[in-house]
Structures are given as structure tokens and as C-alpha cells.
């Protein structure tokens, strides 16, 4: 039975919407942490280790594009260390500090696709949709 207790907010956003959002973000996350940390804001002159941060990212990157709902998952609690780094260096000179702002921006657009789509896309939600499409 559904719960009375919470008023209906609407229909939830697609899942293809969502992974669609989450794709574009990750991609432009990637390219935003490369650029910063190699040309456009480098903590060394000429680039530093600190581009080795686009690893977790790249890894979630392919479970992200093929829809795989437990790679939602676990990316969704690795983003925030890029939320957290984004607001930590927000202070940093121009133009590290708008960089940084970038990345927090974008990190928490990443973390609300991923986590709406995996509860979207749970079995029981699934269930749920085609049992009231039918």
C-alpha cells in the first residue's frame, strides 16, 4: 500500500533523463579536473600528481554510460569527496577558485542524477510503475 503520510510530488524523472545527466556531468567533470590540474590552474607549474584525481571518476565513467545501477550507487558516496574538494579550494586565487566552484557545481549535480536514478530504477519502484502502466 502507498504512504498517506507523504504528498505526492509528481512523476519522478526518467531514469534515461537521469543517466543522461549523469554522463554529461561526469564527462565534464573529467575534462574540468584534467584542464585545471594540468593547464588552466596547476598546483606546480607544468602540471602535478594532483591530475591522478580523474581516476575514481574514470572508473565510475563506463558503469555510469552502460546504466549499471550499483555503479550509481557507489559513485554516489565518491562524489562527495570532489564536493568536498571543490568547497574546500573555493578560496583559492582566481582562477583555482572559480574552478573549484565549477567542480562543487558539478559534483552535486552528479550526486542528485545518481542517486534519483538509483532509487528509480529499484526493483521495487520498477515493479511498482508496471504494475500501474498495466
Same mark, same amino acid.
Given at each position: 500500500?502507498?504512504?498517506?503520510?507523504?504528498?505526492?510530488?509528481?512523476?519522478?524523472?526518467?531514469?534515461? $533523463?537521469?543517466s543522461?545527466?549523469?554522463?554529461? $556531468?561526469?564527462?565534464?567533470?573529467?575534462a574540468?579536473?584534467?584542464? !585545471?590540474e #594540468?593547464?588552466?590552474?596547476?598546483?606546480?607549474?607544468?602540471?602535478? !600528481?594532483?591530475?591522478?584525481?580523474?581516476?575514481?571518476?574514470? +572508473?565510475?565513467?563506463?558503469?555510469?554510460?552502460?546504466? #549499471?545501477?550499483?555503479?550509481?550507487?557507489?559513485?554516489?558516496?565518491?562524489?562527495?569527496?570532489?564536493? $568536498? &574538494?571543490?568547497?574546500?579550494?573555493?578560496s583559492?586565487?582566481?582562477?583555482?577558485?572559480?574552478?573549484?566552484?565549477? &567542480?562543487?557545481?558539478?559534483?552535486?549535480?552528479f550526486?542528485?542524477a545518481?542517486?534519483?536514478? +538509483?532509487?528509480? #530504477?529499484?526493483?521495487?519502484?520498477? +515493479?511498482?510503475?508496471?504494475?500501474?502502466?498495466?
Amino acid at each position: 500500500p502507498p504512504r498517506r503520510n507523504r504528498p505526492q510530488t509528481g512523476r519522478p524523472m526518467k531514469p534515461k $533523463t537521469l543517466s543522461l545527466i549523469a554522463s554529461l $556531468t561526469l564527462v565534464t567533470l573529467i575534462a574540468l579536473c584534467l584542464a !585545471w590540474e #594540468t593547464v588552466l590552474a596547476p598546483v606546480r607549474p607544468g602540471g602535478s !600528481w594532483m591530475t591522478l584525481k580523474v581516476l575514481p571518476l574514470m +572508473a565510475a565513467l563506463f558503469g555510469i554510460l552502460r546504466g #549499471t545501477r550499483y555503479t550509481y550507487q557507489w559513485s554516489s558516496m565518491m562524489i562527495l569527496l570532489y564536493v $568536498t &574538494e571543490g568547497v574546500v579550494r573555493a578560496s583559492d586565487p582566481a582562477p583555482g577558485g572559480q574552478l573549484a566552484l565549477a &567542480e562543487a557545481v558539478l559534483s552535486i549535480v552528479f550526486f542528485v542524477a545518481v542517486v534519483l536514478y +538509483a532509487r528509480n #530504477t529499484a526493483p521495487s519502484r520498477l +515493479a511498482r510503475a508496471a504494475r500501474q502502466d498495466a
